[in-house]
């Protein structure tokens, strides 16, 4: 009897579970999701500056950057300072003309006593008196020409994030003056007579380029250097050596001094081209990377910069700001590097370039870049 | 052992009859729906009917009167496409529920490199990641607590090879998920 009640009541919890199961209760929302692609919005483009490998929508991008050498002046000392200088020591005679040329940028610099740095500059001594014709930098996007007889230097403005090619050129066309001449990418920028007697004695003694003075810090590159002298004989010199043999007086004291390094000017390396109505946000990121070099990679649009990925061995910032790209108008893809001549190369960048509507952030799309070093 | 033979046919026959006498008994049972608010629903998240990639489109984000249905429809492009918050979903009730995402019809188009529905909760922690190329369902997620919100982002990889600047990747392509929920998490939804 007692079996047969025990049994039974196993069978009822066992039905009364069943039913608890069965008593489940779903719930079921239908979701449907379509896609209508387009074609890609934005695409890139090929500034044909280095060997580049575009994808077949254009919506990724291999790029090849050649390895470069130029002169590296370095000041990291506010109390030293970096003179690269090469003594000329040659008369000016009448019909006679002296012409340096080099292509320089400066980067990182501070300068809290506004002491200048000079980016290019001829020492011509008239009758055993000093005079400099100079091209000089004081910040911002501004250079200032200055010489002889010239009380107040000549303002030029000049877009600072990117290299330049500078030149001064001093003739003595008649016995009793000089002309003047400052040219900045093949154009003259100004130029002046500067009358002399007909009896002086012109020397141009010497060609330099950075900052006696102290107080301000700065890397000063430069390449392609290309000198013709009184004699109309050219020397020059593009550092692919790894040796400058062309500053070859130049001082320095403190933590400032020369070397020849790879360098990648600021140029442009990659167009990214708005196909849409509409406009959009940008921006380049990257990933994480340790290489002994020192990069940096940004955007420019027709009016503005965007902030700088920053490489110093690792990556230190590891993407831009975000700036507009608008209807039918490109963004300027940008990059500098710097690598010491004992680094292992090649070294390869792996960027993103992310763009979205502009102020909307629903959609975001992101495209490759590969960038090979070396 | 004639007896004996009678004797097992006549119970054949009456154990025939009884079954051919089969009984019904009828119990009544009442069946009472008493219908409710849906607990869960759907609702815009905060990029639903922003600018999508191209002119005028936009993230096309439609949901039922009753907020218990849901269309989307995305205007993507080469590469990497990311589509934030463009659905939340939220519990109304008091109580807690359990929610799986069932993926009935998959996207199937070849240029799909991944497609991936992704639901996270208000602190930005991953729920799940749903693959919308396979046919599949998730275990129970949650418990999505009451009042409590889940959001939905959508992330397409489309393949660049055979492309062309001035066309896009592919026609299009369509999939058919549920979202399921139930206030247990023992049973698998059927």
């Known amino acids: 009897?007692?079996?047969?009640?025990?049994?039974?009541?196993?069978?009822?919890?066992?039905?009364?579970?069943?039913?608890?199961?069965?008593?489940?209760?779903?719930?079921?929302?239908?979701?449907?999701?379509?896609?209508?692609?387009?074609?890609?919005?934005?695409?890139?483009?090929?500034?044909?500056?280095?060997?580049?490998?575009?994808?077949?929508?254009?919506?990724?991008?291999?790029?090849?950057?050649t390895l470069n050498k130029a002169l590296h002046a370095y000041d990291y000392d506010t109390n030293g300072y970096i003179v690269i200088q090469r003594i000329i020591n040659q008369g000016l005679t009448t019909g006679t003309t002296f012409s340096i040329q080099w292509y320089a940028f400066i980067t990182n610099y501070t300068d809290p006593n506004s002491i200048g740095v000079v980016l290019q500059e001829i020492q011509v001594n008239i009758n055993n008196n000093p005079n400099w014709v100079s091209i000089t930098y004081f910040g911002g996007n501004t250079v200032y020409l200055s010489g002889p007889g010239l009380t107040t230097p000549k303002t030029y403005t000049l877009d600072m994030s990117i290299a330049h090619t500078f030149n001064i050129t001093i003739s003595r066309p008649k016995t009793n003056r000089l002309s003047i001449y400052y040219y900045i990418d093949n154009n003259l920028a100004y130029s002046y007579n500067y009358a002399i007697t007909k009896t002086a004695n012109v020397v141009i003694y010497s060609v330099e380029g950075g900052r006696y003075s102290t107080s301000n810090t700065y890397d000063l590159y430069i390449d392609n250097v290309r000198m013709k002298n009184v004699n109309n004989i050219i020397t020059s010199e593009d550092f692919e050596s790894g040796t400058d043999n062309f500053f070859i007086n130049s001082y320095s004291s403190g933590n400032a001094g020369k070397t020849v390094v790879y360098y990648t000017f600021p140029k442009i390396f990659l167009l990214a081209y708005n196909n849409d109505t509409k406009s959009y946000a940008c921006k380049l990121s990257i990933a994480p990377l340790t290489a002994p070099i020192i990069a940096n990679f940004y955007i420019k649009n027709t009016t503005s910069t965007s902030t700088s990925i920053l490489i110093k061995n690792t990556v230190i910032t590891s993407e831009t700001s975000e700036i507009l790209l608008g209807s039918n108008a490109y963004v300027y893809m940008y990059l500098n590097i710097t690598a010491p001549l004992t680094a292992t190369l090649p070294i390869t960048f792996n960027l993103q370039y992310t763009y979205h509507p502009y102020n909307s952030y629903g959609i975001t799309v992101t495209y490759p870049i590969t960038i090979t070093y070396g | 052992?004639?007896?004996?033979?009678?004797?097992?046919?006549?119970?054949?026959?009456?154990?025939?009859?009884?079954?051919?006498?089969?009984?019904?008994?009828?119990?009544?049972?009442?069946?009472?729906?008493?219908?409710?608010?849906?607990?869960?629903?759907?609702?815009?998240?905060?990029?639903?009917?922003?600018?999508?990639?191209?002119?005028?489109?936009?993230?096309?984000?439609?949901?039922?009167?009753?907020?218990?249905?849901?269309?989307?429809?995305?205007?993507?492009?080469?590469?990497?496409?990311?589509?934030?918050?463009?659905?939340?979903?939220?519990?109304?009730?008091?109580k807690a529920y359990y929610v799986t995402i069932r993926v009935n019809t998959p996207l199937s188009n070849a240029k799909l490199l991944s497609a991936t529905l992704r639901i996270y909760d208000t602190t930005g922690t991953t729920i799940t990641n749903v693959d919308l190329r396979v046919t599949d369902t998730t275990a129970w997620l949650g418990p999505l607590n009451s009042n409590s919100k889940w959001f939905i982002d959508i992330i397409l990889s489309i393949d660049e090879t055979g492309g062309s600047p001035s066309s896009a990747p592919f026609a299009s392509d369509s999939a058919s998920l549920q979202l399921i929920y139930s206030p247990q998490n023992v049973e698998t939804a059927p």
Do not use: C, E
């Open chain 2, 1 to 94: 052992m004639f007896k004996r033979k009678i004797l097992i046919l006549l119970s054949l026959t009456v154990l025939l009859a009884i079954v051919n006498a089969a009984v019904f008994v009828y119990y009544t049972t009442n069946l009472s729906l008493s219908p409710v608010a849906p607990p869960i629903v759907f609702s815009n998240g905060n990029n639903a009917g922003q600018p999508d990639l191209s002119g005028t489109n936009t993230i096309g984000v439609i949901i039922g009167s009753a907020n218990t249905s849901l269309t989307i429809t995305l205007h993507p492009t080469y590469r990497y496409n990311y589509y934030k918050n463009i659905t939340i979903i939220k519990n109304q009730d008091t």
């Open chain 1, 1 to 65: 009897m007692k079996q047969t009640f025990l049994l039974s009541f196993f069978f009822f919890l066992l039905f009364s579970l069943t039913l608890l199961v069965f008593a489940s209760d779903f719930t079921y929302y239908p979701i449907s999701i379509s896609l209508n692609p387009v074609a890609p919005p934005i695409t890139f483009k090929n500034p044909n500056i280095y060997p580049t490998l575009l994808g077949p929508a254009n919506a990724s991008a291999t790029i090849n950057v």
